[in-house]
């Protein structure tokens, strides 16, 4: 009886692939019309349209190609899923309201500006760095963000670079994120100021002039000193038009935060995009891997 089993199965297993075979390799022979979906059904090749008669025993099959058949013996599209509604988000602000920077007392110098949302990160000593930069970078550090203090200590400067290409002039070292305390990432919002560089700004107009791109930094003492590669070597990201002189503010500016999704594993990054004509919309990046800025 064992034998004979096997035997037969065999046989079915045999014949069931040469229908397979011969299946396949009469695909090419049947061509749909415009408006149909070609489909194997029941072992037989056909063109699926909505409002054809159906068989409801096949309805798993239908179900593959987009159809249905349980209303009617009639096929119809299937309509997908809507999605969930989104969850109920709330932000509530919790704790008094604390002055971490006043220009008049705790400047370093005259253009220590807080001028960037700010973000912060605790290095591998367990010191919390607060960075709100100009475009020199000087941190605030304390052992908590209640004790964060001025360190009058530049660990980003800019290179007023007057070539547009080298993305290396004013640098605001905008976000940071570190994954072990000691090396930390660093993009940052290069902004070239044509005005202040001779034959770069025939009108002479600051805004006319502006352009912003991403570039990098990085820190392999948890944030004490940043450096970047050789320009352009730095570059990280830019809209498609390069500065043109008097074509007015363009460009890609002001990374956010990054934020970690533990749903899917990927780190989020969003840029803003500037437009001449006044709109700024944005853009999303993401990475598994944020300590490698070219992923």
Same mark, same amino acid.
């Given at each position: 009886?064992?034998?004979? #089993? !096997?035997?037969?199965? *065999?046989? $079915?297993?045999?014949? =069931?692939?040469?229908?397979?075979?011969?299946? %396949?390799?009469?695909?090419?022979?049947?061509?749909?019309?415009?408006?149909?979906?070609?489909?194997?059904?029941?072992?037989?090749?056909?063109?699926?349209?909505?409002?054809?008669?159906?068989?409801?025993?096949?309805?798993?099959?239908?179900?593959?190609?987009?159809?249905?058949?349980?209303?009617?013996?009639?096929?119809?599209?299937?309509?997908?899923?809507?999605?969930?509604?989104?969850?109920?988000?709330?932000?509530?602000?919790?704790?008094?309201?604390?002055?971490?920077?006043?220009?008049?007392?705790?400047?370093?110098?005259?253009?220590?500006?807080?001028?960037?949302?700010?973000?912060?990160?605790?290095?591998?000593?367990?010191?919390?760095?607060?960075?709100?930069?100009?475009?020199?970078?000087?941190?605030?550090?304390?052992?908590?963000?209640? #004790? !964060?203090?001025?360190? *009058?200590? $530049?660990?980003?400067? =800019?290179?007023?670079?007057?070539?547009?290409? %080298?993305?290396?002039?004013?640098?605001?070292?905008?976000?940071?994120?570190?994954?072990?305390?000691?090396?930390?990432?660093?993009?940052?919002?290069?902004?070239?100021?044509?005005?202040?560089?001779?034959?770069?700004?025939?009108?002479?107009?600051?805004?006319?002039?502006?352009?912003?791109?991403?570039?990098?930094?990085?820190?392999?003492?948890?944030?004490?000193?940043?450096?970047?590669?050789?320009?352009?070597?730095?570059?990280?990201?830019?809209?498609?038009?390069?500065?043109?002189?008097?074509?007015?503010?363009?460009?890609?500016?002001?990374?956010?935060?990054?934020?970690?999704?533990?749903?899917?594993?990927?780190?989020?990054?969003?840029?803003?995009?500037?437009?001449?004509?006044?709109?700024?919309?944005?853009?999303?990046?993401?990475?598994? #891997?944020?300590?490698?800025?070219?992923?």
């Amino acid at each position: 009886m064992r034998r004979s #089993t !096997v035997a037969v199965g *065999c046989a $079915v297993a045999v014949l =069931s692939a040469s229908v397979l075979v011969s299946l %396949a390799t009469g695909a090419s022979e049947v061509a749909c019309p415009a408006g149909t979906v070609k489909a194997l059904i029941g072992g037989k090749r056909v063109c699926l349209k909505a409002g054809q008669k159906c068989a409801p025993r096949y309805n798993a099959r239908y179900h593959k190609y987009g159809f249905d058949c349980s209303v009617g013996a009639r096929l119809t599209r299937r309509r997908p899923k809507p999605p969930p509604p989104p969850k109920s988000v709330s932000i509530a602000i919790s704790g008094q309201e604390e002055r971490v920077f006043d220009w008049a007392s705790d400047r370093c110098n005259d253009e220590d500006i807080p001028d960037l949302p700010a973000r912060a990160y605790r290095d591998a000593d367990g010191n919390v760095h607060l960075i709100a930069p100009h475009y020199r970078a000087i941190p605030f550090v304390g052992a908590t963000l209640d #004790t !964060v203090k001025r360190e *009058c200590k $530049v660990v980003l400067d =800019s290179h007023h670079n007057p070539d547009p290409a %080298a993305f290396d002039d004013r640098e605001w070292l905008a976000s940071v994120y570190t994954l072990d305390g000691r090396n930390v990432v660093g993009f940052v919002e290069d902004e070239y100021w044509g005005s202040t560089h001779p034959g770069q700004c025939p009108s002479g107009d600051f805004n006319r002039c502006w352009y912003s791109t991403i570039t990098t930094a990085d820190s392999t003492d948890g944030g004490n000193s940043f450096t970047h590669a050789t320009p352009p070597g730095h570059f990280f990201a830019q809209i498609p038009a390069r500065y043109v002189p008097d074509s007015g503010r363009r460009g890609i500016a002001v990374p956010s935060t990054i934020v970690r999704n533990p749903a899917d594993g990927y780190y989020y990054l969003a840029l803003q995009v500037n437009d001449s004509s006044g709109r700024y919309p944005g853009v999303l990046l993401r990475t598994r #891997t944020p300590d490698k800025p070219g992923s």
